[in-house]
């Protein structure tokens, strides 16, 4: 596709429960990053993956929360014994080698944790 | 003090005014600024990017950066009520990398018809 996808599109789920969501880049685009975004509220950073080198994992809020990206495209974060505050839209968004700085978002993710 | 700063709103324009939305940073070397908007249910959206002081104008769309009073601002002349939608403001700073963008947490705007 053109854009970035992402799958779920809507994740219900139970306090404690694993939970995984996937992000698909464009083509081509080498950097790739998770935010997480609170009804009402901006983007939070969550972790950043550019080509080989390893990713930035600064913004990850505890250690229930790893991600991987294989292969250089596909991502999954991964949400462990997931908690009610873990509710939120996850973003993901790549960007080009050509312009780093240039985001381009998918269209999320909205996790609900009863 | 929050890195980005940005007027929740809501910001209420009558259609086809002017609608102005500022942003204030606290990182004095940063370097790089976005828009994105992002309608609601949606994702985020580039719509400008600026990296010099000045204007920069696309469309109905100008950016203005002042580094030395550290705010950036849009400008949408001719809102439409497509325009209606939530304004993100980014800024990255001088030496970081493309992950430390560091995004305000919007300005909800209103055009009224």
């Known amino acids: 596709g053109a854009g970035v996808s992402q799958s779920p599109s809507n994740k219900v789920t139970e306090k404690g429960k694993d939970v995984e969501l996937r992000c698909d880049p464009i083509?081509?685009?080498?950097?790739l990053y998770w935010y997480r975004q609170s009804l009402g509220q901006g983007l939070e950073f969550l972790i950043y993956f550019q080509g080989n080198s390893a990713p930035d994992k600064s913004g990850l809020p505890s250690d229930r929360f790893s991600a991987e990206r294989t292969g250089g495209s596909v991502s999954t974060l991964t949400i462990q014994r997931t908690q009610q505050e873990d509710s939120a839209v996850y973003l993901c968004?790549?960007?080009?080698?050509?312009?780093?700085?240039?985001?381009?978002f998918g269209p999320g993710t909205r996790l609900t944790v009863l | 003090q929050k890195e980005v700063e940005q007027n929740s709103g809501p910001l209420s324009v009558p259609e086809g005014a002017i609608a102005s939305l500022n942003c204030t940073y606290s990182d004095r070397v940063s370097q790089s600024f976005f828009w994105y908007r992002q309608y609601s249910g949606k994702s985020p959206e580039l719509i400008m990017s600026?990296?010099?002081?000045g204007d920069k104008e696309d469309g109905r769309f100008t950016a203005q950066l002042n580094k030395a009073s550290q705010y950036v601002s849009l400008l949408i002349r001719d809102s439409q009520p497509s325009d209606s939608a939530t304004y993100l403001c980014?800024?990255?700073?001088?030496?970081?990398?493309?992950?430390?963008?560091?995004f305000g947490s919007g300005t909800r705007l209103s055009i009224r018809p």
């Open positions: 980014a800024v990255r700073g001088e030496y970081s990398s493309a992950s430390k963008i560091i």
């Open positions: 968004a790549s960007s080009s080698p050509m312009d780093l700085y240039e985001q381009f």
């Open positions: 600026i990296y010099s002081n």
């Open positions: 083509s081509g685009h080498t950097a």
